[in-house]
C-alpha cells in the first residue's frame, strides 16, 4: 500500500468532515476501520504495515491522534485539528519559509529545526521545505474542494486568493478557519513522514499549545516580570541563567 498510516488516518477524518458531521475530527476505531476499508476499497489490513491491531495502526501515526481507551470501542480524537494548537515555530520556519531559498536541517542533539551551514550539508538530515509549487497544489485543491458550495461572488473571492497566492485573511471568512486546519493537518503528516523516513525520532512536542487572549495577556505580564528580573540579578545570577536552545536561535536569526 502506497499511503502511510498518519495519510490513511487524515484521509478518514476528512472524509468525516467532508460527510458534514458536527464532531467528524472524533470517531470510534470502529468507525475508522470502516472508513479505511471504504478508502482502499475494501483492502485495508493493519497487518500489511506490521502489526496486529487496529489500535497499533493508529499508534503508527504518532501525534496526529489521540486514543481514549475508558470507553469500548476506544475513541480517536485528532490532534492537528485541536483548538489553540500549532507547528512548532522552528519546524513551521523550516517547513513553509521557501521564498527565502534557504534550507533547514534537524539538530538531533539539539532536538531544533534550523538553518543549515556548510557543515551540514552533509552530517544533517534536509527538512523538506515546501515549494512554492507545491503550495499552489495545496491551494488549487483546497479551491476546488469548496468553491462549487459557494456563492458567485465568494466563490470569486476563493478563485482569486488561490491564483494570487494571497494571505488567509482574503478568503471568504468561513473558509479562513477551514483552510488554516488543512495547512496544519498536511504539515504534521508531512513532518511525520519525513522524520520516519530518516529513522529520526518525531519529537514529542511537533504541536504547541497557542494562548488564547487571556493567556497571550498573562504571558505579556509574565515576559515584563522576567525583564525586570534580569535588570537586577548579579553578574553570577546572570551567568547562572540557562536559557531553551529554540530561543538562542531565534535571536541569532535575527541579528543575521
Given at each position: 500500500?502506497?499511503?502511510?498510516?498518519?495519510?490513511?488516518?487524515?484521509?478518514?477524518?476528512e472524509q468525516?468532515?467532508?460527510?458534514?458531521?458536527?464532531?467528524?475530527?472524533r470517531?470510534?476505531?470502529?468507525?475508522?476501520k470502516n472508513?479505511?476499508?471504504?478508502l482502499?476499497?475494501?483492502t485495508?489490513?493493519e497487518?500489511?504495515?506490521?502489526?496486529?491491531t487496529?489500535?497499533?495502526?493508529?499508534a503508527?501515526?504518532?501525534?496526529a491522534?489521540a486514543?481514549?481507551?475508558?470507553?469500548?470501542?476506544?475513541v480517536?480524537?485528532?490532534?492537528?485539528?485541536?483548538?489553540?494548537?500549532?507547528l512548532?515555530?522552528d519546524?513551521?520556519?523550516?517547513l513553509?519559509n521557501?521564498?527565502?531559498?534557504?534550507?533547514y536541517?534537524?539538530?538531533?542533539?539539539?532536538?531544533v529545526?534550523?538553518?543549515?551551514?556548510i557543515?551540514?550539508e552533509?552530517?544533517?538530515?534536509v527538512?523538506?521545505?515546501?515549494?512554492?509549487?507545491?503550495?499552489?497544489?495545496?491551494?488549487?485543491?483546497?479551491?476546488?474542494?469548496?468553491?462549487?458550495?459557494?456563492a458567485?461572488?465568494?466563490?470569486?473571492?476563493?478563485?482569486?486568493w488561490?491564483?494570487?497566492?494571497l494571505p488567509?485573511?482574503?478568503?471568504?471568512?468561513?473558509?479562513?478557519?477551514?483552510?488554516?486546519?488543512?495547512?496544519?493537518?498536511?504539515s504534521?503528516?508531512?513532518?511525520?513522514q519525513?522524520?520516519?523516513a530518516n529513522?529520526?525520532d518525531?519529537?514529542?512536542?511537533?504541536?504547541?499549545?497557542?494562548?488564547?487572549?487571556?493567556?497571550a495577556?498573562?504571558?505579556?505580564?509574565?515576559r515584563?516580570l522576567?525583564?525586570?528580573?534580569?535588570?537586577?540579578?548579579?553578574?553570577?545570577?546572570?551567568?547562572?541563567?540557562?536559557l531553551?536552545?529554540?530561543v538562542?536561535l531565534r535571536?541569532r536569526a535575527?541579528?543575521?
Amino acid at each position: 500500500m502506497d499511503k502511510t498510516p498518519t495519510e490513511l488516518i487524515l484521509a478518514a477524518f476528512e472524509q468525516a468532515r467532508a460527510s458534514g458531521k458536527p464532531d467528524w475530527n472524533r470517531m470510534t476505531t470502529a468507525v475508522l476501520k470502516n472508513r479505511l476499508l471504504t478508502l482502499t476499497d475494501g483492502t485495508f489490513d493493519e497487518n500489511d504495515f506490521g502489526v496486529n491491531t487496529l489500535r497499533d495502526f493508529v499508534a503508527l501515526a504518532g501525534n496526529a491522534v489521540a486514543i481514549d481507551t475508558s470507553s469500548f470501542p476506544p475513541v480517536l480524537t485528532l490532534l492537528t485539528d485541536a483548538p489553540n494548537t500549532r507547528l512548532r515555530s522552528d519546524l513551521w520556519t523550516a517547513l513553509m519559509n521557501y521564498s527565502s531559498g534557504l534550507k533547514y536541517v534537524w539538530d538531533t542533539a539539539q532536538g531544533v529545526a534550523r538553518e543549515a551551514s556548510i557543515i551540514d550539508e552533509s552530517h544533517s538530515p534536509v527538512i523538506p521545505t515546501l515549494s512554492e509549487e507545491e503550495m499552489g497544489e495545496w491551494r488549487k485543491e483546497f479551491a476546488e474542494r469548496f468553491k462549487v458550495h459557494l456563492a458567485p461572488r465568494a466563490a470569486e473571492r476563493l478563485s482569486v486568493w488561490q491564483q494570487q497566492g494571497l494571505p488567509s485573511k482574503f478568503l471568504p471568512s468561513h473558509l479562513i478557519g477551514e483552510w488554516n486546519r488543512e495547512v496544519k493537518t498536511k504539515s504534521v503528516a508531512r513532518l511525520q513522514q519525513w522524520f520516519k523516513a530518516n529513522r529520526l525520532d518525531e519529537p514529542a512536542n511537533i504541536l504547541v499549545q497557542h494562548p488564547s487572549r487571556e493567556q497571550a495577556n498573562d504571558l505579556g505580564m509574565l515576559r515584563q516580570l522576567v525583564i525586570e528580573c534580569v535588570r537586577v540579578m548579579t553578574d553570577q545570577e546572570l551567568a547562572e541563567l540557562r536559557l531553551p536552545p529554540h530561543v538562542l536561535l531565534r535571536i541569532r536569526a535575527k541579528q543575521s
